[in-house]
């Protein structure tokens, strides 16, 4: 079993920051490519950012220069550190990582359950 649970979600102000983490935990073998993603009421699920085993990272045009992800591989948890907050930020906040199980051949992909983000103006 592998399990992604996300934390750090909340309510803040536009402007604020928030760091959300998702560690992922159970018969890890190894992670390859790990992200996050959002969605908002009445909205597709978008793709926020993605950072590679090696730390290559990609963004959103709308979060470049205002969010940063990054990893610990030692602690398989990946970071999400959200600043200069607007009110089009307010989404649900999912993780998701691209896992090899122990014992198993091949990689699949896992979600956390989401962590809710609100930005007040």
């Known amino acids: 079993q592998v399990q992604l649970v996300e934390s750090g979600g909340g309510l803040v102000q536009a402007g604020g920051s928030l760091r959300l983490s998702c560690a992922a935990s159970?018969?890890?073998?190894?992670?390859?490519?790990m992200g996050w993603s959002r969605q908002a009421p009445g909205k597709q699920r978008e793709l926020v950012a993605t950072?590679?085993?090696?730390?290559?990272?990609n963004y959103a045009d709308s979060v470049k220069g205002r969010f940063t992800i990054s990893r610990d591989n030692a602690k398989n948890t990946v970071y999400l550190q959200m600043n200069s907050l607007k009110p089009e930020d307010t989404a649900v906040y999912y993780c998701?990582?691209?896992?090899?199980?122990?014992?198993?051949?091949?990689?699949?992909?896992?979600w956390g359950q989401g962590t809710q983000v609100t930005v007040s103006s």
């Open positions: 998701n990582a691209e896992i090899r199980r122990v014992g198993i051949l091949y990689e699949r992909n896992y």
């Open positions: 159970g018969s890890i073998f190894s992670i390859n490519a």
């Open positions: 950072i590679t085993s090696g730390g290559s990272t």
